[in-house]
């Protein structure tokens, strides 16, 4: 196999630019275009290969968005389906319970309350009135 910039063709330049997106690890891209380390690392720390990186991370990433937001009426109705389906109480309690974080935002804070604070409550009422 050729070394240095004789293997550095715009094909091989671009099959490493598409692996690195889609996740391939360092070995595997090594071995399909038939590089040392050296070179997968020298590629992977020169600046026009990295934008390409970025600018087509933030393509899949956009495109990822429009598809969501394409659909979103259609999550929100699937949502509003499970919040209002008592047979199947967990799936009721998890789709109320993001809806109304949606609305509220995230709840930091847990009130745990047990039967005996409650029952001690109830005591101390009565015993006061």
């Known amino acids: ?10 094909e091989n330049v671009e099959r490493f630019i ?3 997106v889609l996740g391939v690890g360092r070995t595997e891209i090594e071995k399909e275009i038939g590089i040392k380390p050296s070179t997968y690392y020298s590629w992977l720390a020169c600046g026009e290969i990295i934008d390409e ?15 969501i937001k394409g659909r979103y009426k259609k999550y929100l109705s699937n949502l509003d389906k499970l919040a209002n389906n008592f047979e ?3 799936s009721c309690l ?8 949606k609305m509220d935002g995230k709840n930091t804070t847990k009130l745990e ?17």
């Open 1 to 10: 196999m050729a070394t240095g910039t004789m293997i550095k063709t715009p």
């Open 18 to 20: 598409n692996m690195i």
């Open 53 to 67: 990186i970025e600018k087509r991370r933030i393509e899949i990433k956009d495109e990822g968005m429009r598809y």
């Open 94 to 101: 998890a789709a109320n319970q993001f809806l109304i974080e």
């Open 113 to 129: 309350i047990t039967e005996r604070e409650i029952i001690v409550d109830i005591v101390d009422d009565d015993v006061l009135n």
């Open 88 to 90: 199947d109480k967990r």
